[in-house]
């Protein structure tokens, strides 16, 4: 008999990249999405929420980050006894809290796969796991399911303060960045002029804006994102009048000292090496 999983926002980007995944793996694979249509022929649509996951042994919920929490308290109490229910939002806060309110016959797994629906394999990617009820159970569930993966585990609280860096001061810059090359009216002078910190930047922001709208006003929305943006701003802010000032020793010692604390944790030549390694590649 095939194992089988039902996949709640099988028709977005995540979910349809978790489809062809299961699918892979020899699962029989059940999909509902009241909001995206579900055109992979492997999958056996369900006709309603409730439906899709009354017999299903794990429920994968690929649905917007807002909605998770809500649609874990709609289904918690209509899935069978002994079923894993595996949440993968970008903020665990709100949906470790609606987790914990589930009954007891259902399993809770929380995890935050670290890639888009542009990977090519599990292989090598990284999962952070976020424990709910029984830590060692649920690892286990989901490192028997994405073998190969590297994991990481780490609680709520201290998952979406990382993840406000990781992500949301990230997407928040390439966001702004990506404006200002949008308002650019001769961007192809732009790009003809360009070298390679211009051209791994315009890329990577270029990227991050093939993502929904909301999922990148969701992942610039985490409350952790604040102190760490305000000091961003500040920094630019103090930067900006050291040069109108024409204190070249203050900027000066604030590079040197941003380069021997980064250079602590990381060699600035291996990174410079793989910049170029990348550039490489991609005008091959």
């Given at each position: 008999?095939?194992?089988?999983?039902?996949?709640?926002?099988?028709?977005?980007?995540?979910?349809?990249?978790?489809?062809?995944?299961?699918?892979?793996?020899?699962y029989?694979?059940?999909?509902?999405?009241?909001?995206s249509?579900?055109?992979?022929?492997?999958?056996?649509?369900?006709?309603?929420?409730?439906?899709?996951?009354?017999?299903?042994?794990?429920?994968?919920?690929?649905?917007p980050?807002?909605?998770?929490?809500?649609?874990?308290?709609?289904?918690?109490k209509?899935?069978?006894?002994?079923?894993?229910?595996?949440?993968?939002?970008?903020?665990?806060?709100?949906?470790?809290?609606?987790?914990?309110?589930?009954?007891?016959k259902?399993?809770?797994?929380?995890?935050?796969?670290?890639?888009?629906?542009?990977?090519?394999?599990?292989?090598?990617?990284?999962?952070?796991?976020?424990?709910?009820?029984?830590?060692?159970?649920?690892?286990?569930?989901?490192?028997s399911?994405?073998?190969?993966?590297n994991?990481?585990?780490?609680?709520?609280?201290?998952?979406?303060?990382?993840?406000?860096?990781?992500?949301?001061?990230?997407?928040?810059?390439?966001?702004?960045?990506?404006?200002?090359?949008?308002?650019?009216?001769?961007?192809?002078?732009?790009e003809?002029?360009?070298?390679?910190?211009?051209?791994?930047?315009?890329?990577?922001?270029?990227?991050?804006?093939?993502?929904?709208?909301?999922?990148?006003?969701?992942?610039?929305?985490?409350?952790?994102?604040?102190?760490?943006?305000?000091?961003?701003?500040?920094?630019?802010?103090?930067?900006?009048?050291?040069?109108?000032?024409?204190?070249?020793?203050?900027?000066?010692?604030?590079?040197?000292?941003?380069?021997?604390?980064?250079?602590?944790?990381?060699?600035?030549?291996?990174?410079?090496?793989?910049?170029?390694?990348?550039?490489?590649?991609?005008?091959?």
């Amino acid at each position: 008999m095939k194992k089988s999983i039902t996949i709640l926002g099988a028709g977005g980007k995540m979910g349809q990249w978790f489809t062809k995944y299961f699918t892979a793996q020899d699962y029989e694979v059940v999909g509902f999405d009241s909001e995206s249509p579900i055109t992979d022929k492997a999958v056996k649509k369900a006709s309603s929420l409730v439906g899709a996951v009354l017999n299903a042994d794990i429920v994968l919920l690929c649905t917007p980050t807002r909605r998770t929490p809500e649609i874990i308290r709609l289904i918690a109490k209509e899935m069978r006894r002994g079923s894993y229910l595996i949440e993968i939002s970008s903020q665990k806060s709100k949906t470790v809290s609606a987790l914990l309110k589930m009954p007891s016959k259902i399993n809770p797994v929380c995890i935050h796969p670290m890639f888009g629906p542009g990977a090519k394999k599990v292989k090598g990617q990284n999962i952070i796991s976020i424990p709910i009820r029984d830590a060692k159970n649920e690892l286990n569930m989901v490192k028997s399911l994405f073998e190969g993966a590297n994991f990481v585990t780490i609680d709520a609280a201290e998952h979406d303060k990382k993840i406000a860096i990781i992500l949301g001061l990230t997407h928040l810059m390439n966001l702004v960045f990506a404006n200002i090359l949008a308002k650019d009216d001769k961007v192809s002078l732009t790009e003809r002029m360009s070298g390679t910190t211009f051209k791994i930047q315009k890329i990577l922001s270029e990227s991050i804006m093939t993502e929904s709208t909301e999922l990148i006003e969701t992942i610039i929305s985490n409350p952790e994102i604040r102190r760490a943006a305000e000091e961003f701003w500040k920094d630019i802010g103090r930067l900006l009048t050291d040069i109108q000032e024409g204190k070249s020793e203050d900027i000066s010692n604030y590079i040197k000292s941003v380069q021997e604390r980064l250079g602590k944790n990381s060699s600035l030549e291996v990174s410079y090496k793989k910049l170029n390694t990348m550039i490489n590649a991609i005008e091959k």
